[in-house]
């Protein structure tokens, strides 16, 4: 069985950093991060594969945000800069077996969340 879990959230100001870390048991081809907003669906963030030779972004954080992986700690990493107050979410890693997929239906292995607050 696959386990994640995420750690790493907290709450700042607007402009401040965050880096969410998720480790795992296993990995699958394709993992990433998406998060949920207070009445809003759950919607992906960043996607990365396994060697790290693919990846993907939303375009609300790209310039903002960074994935990454060390494959030795079985840890994936979301640097998040400049932080808004619309960043604020449940942030959750997933594990999926579709390369380059955003569908939160490929992913078939969730972590727990972490809570991710962003003042003015």
């Known amino acids: 069985q696959v386990q994640l879990v995420e750690s790493g959230g907290g709450l700042v100001q607007a402009g401040d950093s965050l880096r969410l870390s998720c480790a795992a048991s296993?990995?699958?081809?394709?993992a990433g991060w998406f998060r949920q907003a207070p009445g809003k669906e759950r919607e992906f963030v960043a996607g990365?594969?396994?060697?790290?030779?693919?990846?993907n972004y939303e375009d609300s954080v790209k310039g903002r945000f960074t994935i990454s992986r060390d494959n030795a700690k079985n840890t994936m990493y979301l640097q998040m800069n400049s932080l808004k107050p619309e960043d604020t979410a449940v942030y959750y890693c997933?594990?999926?077996?579709?390369?380059?997929?955003?569908?939160?239906?490929?992913?078939?292995?969730w972590g727990q969340g972490t809570q991710v607050t962003v003042s003015s």
């Open positions: 997933a594990a999926a077996w579709t390369i380059g997929t955003k569908s939160p239906a490929d992913f078939h292995v």
């Open positions: 296993d990995w699958m081809p394709w």
């Open positions: 990365i594969s396994g060697r790290a030779l693919s990846w």
